[in-house]
């Protein structure tokens, strides 16, 4: 078992993925990788390092340069990563929300919520690195000061394509092959490009998998109580404001800085704005369609051209809305806590402090969440395009 979990883990294997999908590292950069760390910066209380690799990782390489020999699967695999990335689940679920079903988005918030926050806290205890280059060919930079071990893409992957797929089966009738297959096929892609943009290794993708999986069939048993959340006292949204900033503001600490943090507050903030334009839609009966269980199942309604342009419509507005809420609250939730601090304004190192970035993150996103759930269908109601 520890030889198969070491030859998993193995950097080779990476390597030769992306061989025969005909990604090869150039001569010049095969033959001598500039190695370095990125550049420090200082951390809360000044004097340590906190924009690079931490210590343990694997020195990375940077200006590679590579040779594609096959470009259906640079290009397929290169898409397929971003179906991964939080610019897509950020984008993807207000879309749910406003132009599908709001009863899936919920679901979908949640498990996403959960599924990120432990794939995150888990790679900064776990602490594994990321393959090696040489020999793999690192397509991705900005993640490179983040531990590999499990791969968050393939976990976000996972946990949205068969939570959709689960709550779908009693809300909506299709052929359950069907369903199961384009789950498989989507969080396949994403995995696969993990393997192909050289960020992890085939272990830190099985065990993204394997853990997600765990967490959904231990998660299960609740989701109808999760269904019920939004109908909740008013205590309950003391306490989902008050847990997620607790766990951000303790996210582990490491030696160096990295995105993860930033990241996992990101999500963890949405996922609080969103639960609470959940629980202010039903408790002010903001919404002109519950989203609620259907009491029988019901037929996918066709797609005409009429509603792909009225869900344009109303995806364009919403994203506006989003994009102007988001610059505001950052901007205000800035200089308030750049005055607190006595910070230089615009200081770009002081927003990676602790007592900096975590709140003007969670600030920022939870209103995000809060006006793509309540404010953006307030809008498109007064618009007409409900």
Not at 21 to 42: D, I, K, T
Not at 82 to 101: M, R
Not at 128 to 154: C, I
Not at 187 to 196: A, G, I, K, P, W
Request: charged share 15%; aromatic share 12%; net charge positive.
């Amino acid at each position: 078992m520890a030889a198969l979990l070491r030859s998993l883990q193995d950097s080779q294997l990476v390597a030769r993925f992306q061989r025969r999908c005909g990604l090869f590292p150039a001569p010049e950069s095969g033959a001598a990788p500039e190695v370095g760390h990125l550049q420090a910066a200082e951390s809360k209380g000044g004097g340590g390092l906190a924009n690079g690799l931490r210590k343990t990782a694997t020195p990375q390489v940077y200006g590679q340069k590579y040779i594609v020999k096959n470009y259906f699967y640079y290009y397929l695999f290169r898409f397929s990563a971003t179906l991964g990335q939080e610019v897509f689940y950020i984008t993807f679920l207000p879309f749910t929300h406003w132009n599908i079903d709001p009863y899936l988005s919920r679901r979908l918030v949640l498990i996403w919520v959960l599924v990120m926050y432990v794939g995150q806290v888990a790679k900064d205890i776990l602490k594994w690195p990321r393959p090696s280059s040489p020999p793999v060919v690192k397509l991705e930079k900005r993640v490179m000061a983040e531990f590999g071990m499990p791969s968050t893409h393939a976990m976000a992957a996972t946990a949205i394509s068969f939570t959709l797929l689960i709550s779908t089966l009693d809300r909506y009738q299709y052929p359950f092959v069907l369903g199961l297959a384009m789950a498989v096929l989507f969080s396949t892609l994403v995995c696969l490009s993990r393997l192909y943009t050289g960020m992890h290794t085939v272990l830190d993708v099985l065990g993204g998998v394997l853990i997600t999986a765990l967490l959904i069939a231990l998660t299960y048993p609740a989701w109808t109580f999760i269904d019920c959340l939004d109908s909740a006292s008013p205590l309950f949204l003391v306490c989902i404001i008050v847990v997620p900033f607790v766990l951000c503001y303790n996210y582990p600490v490491s030696e160096y800085y990295s995105p993860t943090r930033a990241d996992t507050t990101t999500i963890l903030a949405a996922g609080t704005g969103m639960i609470i334009g959940f629980w202010i839609n039903h408790f002010f009966h903001l919404v002109s369609k519950p989203a609620e269980p259907l009491p029988v199942l019901q037929n996918i309604p066709p797609l005409t051209t009429d509603k792909l342009v009225l869900g344009l419509a109303k995806f364009t507005v919403g994203i506006v809305l989003i994009l102007l809420v988001r610059q505001l609250v950052q901007n205000l939730s800035l200089q308030v806590l750049f005055s607190w601090f006595k910070v230089v304004t615009r200081n770009k190192e002081a927003r990676r402090r602790l007592e900096i970035e975590v709140p003007y993150k969670f600030v920022t996103y939870t209103s995000v969440g809060i006006c793509a759930t309540t404010f953006v269908p307030m809008l498109h109601k007064f618009l007409g395009l409900l």
